[in-house]
């Protein structure tokens, strides 16, 4: 007996028998789909500008009202502001010589970030100490208490410049140490003649007590030297003219016994100067070697924005010569504070008086040729040099 099974006609059939309701009710699903997927902000962000201006209409209106635009603002904002992957900063700084307390200037911290810290320490026989890892958010960390070394002092003093050794080798090697009464970097200047012309630094590690070995010596010759101290706010103080002699081989006149034992790292805090600086200082169980390892926390993503706005040393550093190599151009990341140049007055800089694109030019567009704030050839130099050729 041969038994017929009825036919069931699917709700949603795209048969031409029967399947307007299911064409219709997919109809309505995707217009409704694709009117919440097009309308949510973060979605028009990464297709163009339309979903920025909601919120940031007064800067969209602002920059196309200028006579040179810059095209990216026209396009998509979220190439310069919002993050469309998890980016991941990290900044090393390291001394050049071997401290037990050492000093490092953070610069460029937002204070809507956290950060972690990590420490390595090598001895002078090239030990590596157990790295130690510390976070600190610069938003609650409160001014150093007033009385502490760290607020803003006269001119450094130097003390006790001393030859502590020549070596031969392949070329001739000489180590000098100096003191000074507040925490500085490390500044040798040396040469054949009292003109000097070569020199050594160690960029933003401070320190105390100073060693600094000059290497790839010529041999059998005389050379000048003397040493100078930049504290952390840029005041800067300068040695007497020195003489070494390569012709001598001091090494084994001052014999030490071997310290074998691993460097420990043992305190370190980050500080905040009455100025707005942050500084991490800390301290060794020896002389050491400090490498710094700075790195950005990210925080959750953010529903409106993705994965959130970039960081502003990023939106206004790194993603600026991403297109505009740098070139001849003037140097961005730094400070603009020492004897000759001056934090830009009326500026845009980041904390800690941090040069960046924006402080010289206009991001989104501007009335002067490459957008730039004002008058390149003087009156955006004077702003921040001090020096007769600027003036």
Known sequence: ???????????????????????????????????????????????????????????????????????????????????????????????????????????????????????????????????????????????????????????????????????KGVFAEATVSWKTDVYTNSIMEYGLTPRYGEWTSTGDSYGVEHRVTLTGLRHGKKYHYRVMARDM????????????????????????????????????????????????????????KVILKLQELRKEKDKEHGLGFLSEEHSKIDVCVKCHPQGISHPVGVSASSPDVKTPEGLPTLPGGIITCVTCHFPHGGEKQYFARMDFMRDLCIKCHLKDVFL
């Not at 064409?23 to 309308?39: D, Q, Y």
């Not at 081989?249 to 460097?263: A, Q, Y």
């Open 1 to 167: 007996m041969k038994v017929q099974i009825p036919r069931v006609r699917p709700f949603l059939s795209l048969s031409s028998k029967g399947g307007s309701l299911g064409r219709f009710v997919i109809a309505i699903v995707l217009v409704f789909s694709l009117l919440f997927i097009s309308r949510h902000p973060y979605t028009e962000m990464l297709k163009g500008s339309e979903g920025c201006r909601r919120c940031h209409g007064e800067i969209y209106r602002e920059a196309t009202a200028r006579p040179y635009r810059h095209s990216v603002v026209e396009e998509k904002c979220a190439v310069c502001h919002i993050e469309k992957e998890p980016v991941t900063k990290e900044k090393v700084i390291s001394s050049w010589n071997y401290q037990r307390e050492f000093l490092f200037v953070l610069r460029g911290l937002l204070k809507d970030l956290s950060y972690r810290v990590k420490v390595i320490l090598f001895d002078s026989s090239g030990t590596e100490g157990e790295p130690v890892t510390l976070e600190f958010s610069p938003a609650e960390i409160e001014n150093n208490p007033t009385g502490s070394p760290f607020i803003r002092p006269a001119v450094p003093v130097i003390e006790g410049v001393k030859l502590e050794g020549v070596k």
């Open 233 to 288: 706010w840029g005041n800067l103080a300068y040695s007497g003219d020195h003489e070494l002699d390569t012709t001598l081989d001091m090494g084994d006149e001052k014999r030490v016994e071997k310290d074998e034992s691993i460097p420990v790292f043992e305190d370190g805090s980050v500080i905040k100067t009455d100025d707005g600086l942050f500084v991490f200082r800390g301290s060794a169980s020896k002389p050491s």
